[in-house]
């Protein structure tokens, strides 16, 4: 019987939900002081944050799993989404035009979140793993910050370039994945306290500290896989 454990639900409903609103304010551009930045800036660094919990105390192969469960709930929302975007509106509703400049924007935005998410994800996932591996479970700060360096530059990059190409100059995109970049990595850094607090949390609830030395690192496999 596959292990059973109290808190992984509840972290996964955590993480798909941060997904789905990072892609609905996403569509909002916003400046902090001289820095022009996604309003998602505020929200999606802590699904980066999750992925390292989910992969550090319950392994690879589960991360992968959920990371899966987000990548399906945010095609649901696309799809939704732009069908309610073409329903035809009723007389005395006057909103139509708003909903469509907002939400109507939001399939293009989940498309390239879809991209970026999976690459980032994946990839951020895969390096705190083998990192965990490397450094025999040591230096938990090491690998959380490795990993969104490396998950974080890819998802940054494809992300606001398929989103915004064609809509914002090419100064402004560029402005935003430097800015946006550096922004999320300062969060990872700023939150591992809190991320060393509910790892250590959640070993010793769950009686689980995963090292996925058997791990097959395929992210399109489903279920808990390994090579042997």
């Given amino acids: 019987m596959p292990k059973s454990f109290r808190h992984l639900d509840t972290i996964t409903v955590v993480f798909v939900t941060l997904l789905l609103l990072s892609n609905i304010v996403a569509v909002k551009i916003s ?5 022009i930045l996604p309003a998602a800036v505020i929200l999606f660094p802590l699904t980066y944050i999750f992925g390292d919990v989910l992969t550090e105390v319950y392994g690879f ?36 035009t708003d909903f469509v400049h907002i939400l109507g924007q939001t399939p293009r935005i989940v498309g390239a979140s879809i991209i970026a998410y999976f690459l980032g ?34 998802d940054t990059t494809l992300f606001i370039t398929l989103a915004f190409a064609g809509v914002m100059p090419a100064s402004i995109i560029t402005s935003l994945i ?19 607090a509910v790892v250590n949390l959640l070993k010793r609830r769950e009686n689980e ?3 996925d030395r058997d ?14």
């Fill in 31 to 35: 400046s902090f002081g001289s820095l």
């Fill in 61 to 96: 192969a589960r991360a992968r799993k959920v990371i899966w469960l987000g990548f399906g709930a945010n095609i649901a929302m696309a799809l939704i989404f732009t069908l309610v975007a073409k329903l035809p509106p009723a007389a005395p509703w006057p909103f139509q």
């Fill in 121 to 154: 994800e994946f990839l951020n996932s895969y390096v705190l793993a083998k990192i965990k591996i490397r450094m025999n479970g040591k230096q938990l700060w090491i690998r959380t910050i490795a990993s969104t360096i490396v998950g974080e530059a890819i």
């Fill in 178 to 196: 430097i800015s946006s970049y550096l922004v999320k990595v300062g969060i990872e850094i700023i939150f591992t306290p809190v991320t060393y």
């Fill in 209 to 211: 500290d995963y090292y």
């Fill in 215 to 228: 791990t097959n690192f395929n992210p399109f496999l489903v279920g808990h896989k390994t090579n042997v």
